[in-house]
């Protein structure tokens, strides 16, 4: 059997011994017993275990569980497909660096599921750590790790404040509508491009005021992106946290709903907390393992 871990869930997989009745079960919110892979209802499951070589000559168990909620455009789904591509390609006895998982991950999501969906979650959830992620017209990518001292790290998660403003929703919805005004965005989009070498810069000196005012530029770019991508809940939620001190943040995700982001001096979050008291907090810490295997059992 194999574990795997990432910052958002974690996943358990194994063969089921022979003894059981069923040839494949998959426990997540439902608890799926099925004789054929074809018959599971979860389609990450479905298709990953196809995609990754599997059939039904072998029965399968798979176990998940993740601490934060799906469809909140914190990036789950995607965390969960690179989690199940490295627990299963794991247990056939393959160890996928970082690029492979990312590639393989972002490779069943939009050819095999047929999901409108990005790269960049994958590459996170694969990677871990602060990065700069440079997309390339030939569909490559680069990842250059952020070289900041620890202090400056411990600095960044010490500001960084996250809330939970509730529900769910399908981020290719969203992804699908960017795509389509993506034509009249052209100098928005171009804009938020040319503030990640800033941001970079910004972060590297420690100058998170500066940074959170840059992600405060960003959010206000973004949010004219696509008709939903903001609503009066989300703007209720990010006026009152600026107003209350925070320097700037964002939705997380494509949009609609989901997680806000903010970035806060310490002197300044006890009134950002009071201002969303209604808002689920989330603690904040950077994660630099991205995707792992915990525990291997080669018995098999």
């Known amino acids: 059997m194999s574990m795997a871990i990432d910052k958002y869930c974690y ?6 011994e022979p003894f059981f009745s ?31 070589g599997y059939d039904d000559s072998s029965g399968v168990e798979l176990f998940h569980h993740g ?6 455009g914190i990036g789950s789904s995607s965390s969960f497909a690179v989690g199940l591509i490295n627990a299963l390609s794991s247990m056939r006895g393959r160890c996928l660096d970082s690029r492979d998982l990312a590639l393989k991950a972002i490779d069943l999501e939009q050819n ?12 996170a959830a694969a990677y871990g750590g602060l990065n700069v992620v440079r997309f390339n017209r030939d569909d490559t990518f680069s990842v250059t790790p952020l070289d900041i001292p620890e202090s400056t790290i411990n600095k960044l998660e010490s500001w ?20 389509n005004n993506i034509d009249l965005n052209t100098a928005h989009m171009r804009k938020m491009h040319e503030m990640v070498d800033e941001g970079v810069k910004l972060l590297r000196l420690g100058q998170l005021n500066y940074f959170g005012r840059l992600l405060h530029e960003s959010w206000m770019l973004k949010r004219s992106l696509a008709v939903g991508t903001t609503n009066s809940v989300i703007d209720r939620v990010y006026d009152e946290a600026f107003r209350a001190g925070a320097c700037g943040g964002k939705l997380l995700g494509a949009g609609g709903t989901g997680f806000m982001a903010f970035i806060v001096p310490p002197d300044n979050q006890l009134a950002v907390s009071a201002a969303l008291q209604d808002l689920i ?15 291997e059992r080669k018995d098999r």
């Open 67 to 72: 601490d934060l909620p799906a469809r909140s």
């Open 22 to 52: 069923v040839k494949h079960k998959v426990v997540w919110s439902h608890i799926e017993t099925v004789d054929s892979i074809a018959d599971i209802k979860h389609p990450v499951v479905r298709h990953g275990l196809k995609y990754t």
């Open 160 to 179: 960084l404040m996250l809330f939970y403003t509730g529900n769910s929703r399908l981020s290719s919805d969203f992804a699908k509508r960017i795509i």
């Open 11 to 16: 996943i358990s997989a194994g063969y089921l």
């Open 112 to 123: 095999v599921i047929g999901d409108v969906v990005g790269c960049q979650d994958q590459i």
């Open 281 to 295: 907090r989330v603690p904040v810490r950077v994660d630099f393992t991205g995707s792992k295997i915990i525990y």
